[in-house]
Every structure is written in structure tokens, then in C-alpha cells.
């Protein structure tokens, strides 16, 4: 009966053959022209545990010096800080005018009996604006420029760092009114970052 299974290997016809090879050199039958044949060719064993398989498809092309400043400049801890304190200011200008449209308010309190006008409500949202924008603004930049430091420092990129650069935004925020406030925002801002850094990593 046919069988589609490989026949099994001989032990004592793989030694033969190995010893046959051995005898009549693997590149010339002389022993002394194989042996430099080896030495300059060197091992023709292919081990296949180190491939390196591209990311990208096509030829992988060589980057230029230019391209790898430019590289470096985006990843660096100023470009970093200063892309979080325009985003920051942007995303706290967008907060303070819908809070100041929702709930516009008189600073005067002996205006209580007459009407806001245009002009004052414009005013108010544009101070609202700023102040929400500045205080975004740098609280993004402190946030990120403590993390690029952090995460060079230490060499890895994980959770840990976001945690870390919390607690450092946090507390300096917070000491302006006190030790205990100081305590109380890194706590609050590193467990916020964690929440958020956690969330990003395993959505």
C-alpha cells in the first residue's frame, strides 16, 4: 500500500554521507583548496533566528541627515512643551468662552438692577478666554516638559511616567496655596494620568 509519509532517516546512511562529504571537501575535492575555500567563504550554516523583518513595505531607505535633525527637533523636550502649551491654551480658550457664554456674570456688585451690555459681556468672555487658555496652557507645558525629562531619564516608556509628571504638575500647581493643597493636587493629578495613560494604552 502507498503511503504519502517521508521515509524515515537512516542514522548510519546520514553518518556515510557526512563522512563522504567530509573526505571530499565541501567546496573542492583537495583538502588544502576547501580548507581556504572555508576560511575565506567562512560557515555555510544559515542560522534564521535573527531576521529582521521591515515595518514597511518596499525598500527600506536610508535616512538623510537632515531628515534625522528634523526628527530629533520634533521629538525633543521643547517641541514637546511648547505643542502642549498651544494645545493647552487652545483647548482652555475653547472652556472659558462656552463658560463665560453659559453663565455670563457682572463683576460689579452694585450692578445687580441693570443689564449686561454687549460690550461688557465681550469683555468678560475674552478675560474668561485668556485666563482659562493661560492657565491650560501651562499646565500642559509643565505637564509634558517633566514627562519628556522623565521618560529620557529613565529610559522606558510606560504608565509610570505620566504618573510621575502628574504628580510633579500637581504639586507645584498646588503649592501656591499650601503644603497640603500641594500633597492633595499631586495626588488627584497622578491618579488622573494614570486613568488617562491607562485608558490610551489598552483602549
Request: proline share 3%.
Amino acid at each position: 500500500m502507498a503511503t504519502l509519509l517521508p521515509k524515515p532517516v537512516d542514522p548510519e546512511e546520514v553518518a556515510k554521507q557526512n563522512e563522504k562529504a567530509k573526505k571530499g571537501g565541501v567546496f573542492f575535492p583537495g583538502s588544502d583548496l576547501d580548507e581556504v575555500a572555508k576560511h575565506f567563504i567562512g560557515n555555510n550554516h544559515r542560522y534564521r533566528e535573527n531576521i529582521i523583518i521591515p515595518k514597511m513595505y518596499g525598500a527600506v531607505q536610508i535616512k538623510t541627515n537632515e531628515e534625522k535633525l528634523v526628527e530629533a527637533a520634533f521629538e525633543s523636550c521643547a517641541f514637546k512643551s511648547l505643542m502642549s502649551c498651544v494645545l493647552g491654551y487652545g483647548l482652555g480658550a475653547a472652556i472659558g468662552l462656552f463658560s463665560s457664554s453659559v453663565n455670563p456674570s457682572i463683576a460689579d456688585p452694585m450692578a445687580a438692577d441693570r443689564q449686561q451690555t454687549a460690550k461688557e459681556i465681550f469683555r468678560e468672555m475674552r478675560q474668561a478666554t485668556h485666563s482659562y487658555g493661560k492657565n491650560f496652557a501651562v499646565i500642559g507645558a509643565v505637564f509634558a516638559a517633566v514627562e519628556c525629562v522623565i521618560e529620557s531619564k529613565r529610559g522606558v516608556s510606560d504608565w509610570k511616567n505620566g504618573t510621575y509628571a502628574g504628580a510633579v504638575t500637581g504639586g507645584l500647581i498646588g503649592l501656591r496655596a499650601g503644603v497640603k493643597a500641594g500633597i492633595v493636587g499631586a495626588a488627584g493629578f497622578a491618579a488622573f494620568s494614570t486613568v488617562i495613560d491607562y485608558y490610551m494604552r489598552h483602549r
